[in-house]
């Protein structure tokens, strides 16, 4: 059983930074999506187990960086210049199957976090 445990959301204004943490009881695939009210669930980044393969989505590239402590078994989510599009539910994933590489779909991760609020006033 894999205990993901979320922390960092907040209300910030446009442009402002935020960094979400995820605390992980191993190593693995680790994933962050975000679910907006009436929208489906969608890939944000994921990092490899290893920590040496990241991967984003279009909307954040540039502007969010996803890393991992792995002393810790902490993945991070930094998130700079945030918009009010960014606003959502966040969820950190992890997923026990991927030895390597990353994955952005939902369905290779079985094992999600809480969530935490981001919002972000324009």
């Given at each position: 059983?894999v ?5 960092g ?5 446009a442009g402002d930074s935020?960094r979400l943490?995820?605390e ?31 991967s ?14 792995n002393?810790?078994?902490t ?11 960014d ?21 290779d991760?079985?094992y999600w976090?809480q ?6 006033s324009?």
């Amino acid at each position: 059983q894999v205990q993901l445990v979320e922390s960092g959301g907040g209300l910030v204004q446009a442009g402002d930074s935020l960094r979400l943490s995820c605390e992980a009881s191993g190593r693995y695939l680790m994933g962050w999506f975000r679910q907006a009210p009436g929208k489906d669930r969608e890939f944000v980044a994921a990092i490899s187990r290893s920590g040496d393969s990241t991967s984003y989505a279009d909307s954040v590239k540039g502007r969010f960086t996803i890393s991992t402590d792995n002393a810790k078994n902490t993945v991070y989510l930094r998130m700079n210049s945030l918009k009010p599009e960014d606003t959502a539910v966040y969820y950190c994933a992890a997923s026990t199957a991927f030895v390597f590489g990353t994955s952005r779909y939902p369905i290779d991760y079985n094992y999600w976090g809480q969530g935490t609020q981001v919002t972000v006033s324009s």
